[in-house]
């Protein structure tokens, strides 16, 4: 990658996990304003939308939004928290046509919502089933600092610290090794 194509654009994190464990050479957690501008960003750059998928967590669902390209190697994860309070985010569909289907994917199965998604309908399940078949009952959720391998972490907001508070027990030990 020759220029940062997130430069100015205010990240909660800006991590290097291990390739070889992760699959990622960047994990990037943003604030849900930021979703659209970083979506338009990566698809300036050639990249395009993987697939969206959602892990239920202590903090709430964090949506995964894998992006790669097919010129470069190299995906890229934006990750962005849906608070158990209010579990709605900005669609990406007006960028990537295709988020429409993994949005509503999602919201199917977490109960997560997106404004903007022209076809908010159930997509899987029964119109009125308010059943979120992968949504884990509270005391078997873990923290996303306990789920998540950060790798070499580049730059973080200290909003992150505070949205994801460092495990009790430590951090996640990672065995990876970074490629050689």
Known sequence: MSADIFAGL???LDARPSPKTTGLVRSIFIFPDRLVPAAERL????????DISGLDTVEGILVNYHFDDFERAGRIALRVL???????????VDVFGGAEWHERELRDFFGVSFFGNPNPANLLLPADDALTPLRKTENARRSVRELIDLGTIVAVDPQFEQIFPP???GEKATQSEEPG
Not at 43 to 50: D, F, T
């Open 10 to 12: 205010s990240l909660l």
């Open 43 to 50: 698809l300036a750059a050639g990249h395009y939308l993987e």
């Open 82 to 92: 849906a608070v158990w309070e209010d579990l709605c985010l900005p669609s990406i």
């Open 167 to 169: 495990h009790p027990q």
